[in-house]
T-cell receptor
């Protein structure tokens, strides 16, 4: 079974641009969540989607948005990029309705560099 | 608010020896779950082990075990017989109350296994 797939692996953008990252969850997983990882702030929860609906959102500005499609694939978008948005963006999926000890399964991440 | 503390920024261990990575947590919720993840330089977060607050026994998964001391609010990861491939960042995380998808992570510990 294929794992969580994130594309692209690396991105370089300039300040003010926008960017879209993509995530395909494990087959059968309908819940997708996104995390931002930076050296200073560590891993921080961005948002979570299930059945095309955002169910939870972290403490990030409105420039960060996401969506989920009917096939459970998810995208996150960051508009008006700032230098501080440089980070590793990790996507995770989990089987809805699985036992409480079922973990999140993460992808390899997309490393975004803003210059 | 929940909090995860990993006080060891870096640890060194000799190959084939055991090592303990510390994790303390703070929560007011009586029902909680703790996860440990490994992050190699490739970026992917790899699930290692889970401990639930009501679990009667300490969790074990192969060479990984948890030293769970509920009264002290600590959940230390023990890696036995370290291997060179164990060199990575290790994160302790706690599930947010009422959510199976939102995790609060510690800052991580960088483990280096020396030959």
């Amino acid at each position: 079974k294929a794992g969580v797939t994130q594309t692209p692996r690396y991105l370089i953008k300039t300040r003010g641009q926008q960017v879209t990252l993509s995530c395909s969850p494990i087959s059968g997983h309908r819940s997708v969540s996104w995390y931002q990882q930076t050296p200073g702030q560590g891993l921080q929860f961005l948002f979570e989607y299930f059945s095309e609906t955002q169910r939870n959102k972290g403490n990030f500005p409105g420039r960060f948005s996401g969506r989920q499609f009917s096939n459970s694939r998810s995208e996150m978008n960051v508009s008006t990029l700032e230098l501080g948005d440089s980070a590793l963006y990790l996507c995770a999926s989990r089987l809805q309705g699985s036992s409480y000890n079922s973990p999140l399964h993460f992808g390899n991440g997309t490393r975004l560099t803003v210059t | 608010a929940q909090k995860i503390t990993q006080t060891q920024p870096g640890m060194f261990v000799q190959e084939k020896e055991a090592v303990t990575l510390d994790c303390t947590y703070d929560t007011s919720d009586p029902s909680y779950g703790l996860f440990w993840y490994k992050q190699p330089s490739s970026g992917e977060m790899i699930f290692l082990i889970y401990q639930g607050s009501y679990d009667q026994q300490n969790a074990t998964e192969g060479r990984y075990s948890l030293n769970f001391q509920k009264a002290r609010k600590s959940a230390n990861l023990v890696i036995s017989a370290s291997q060179l491939g164990d060199s990575a960042m290790y994160f302790c995380a706690m599930r947010e109350p009422g959510s199976n998808y939102k995790l609060t992570f510690g800052k991580g510990t960088l483990l280096t296994v020396n030959p």
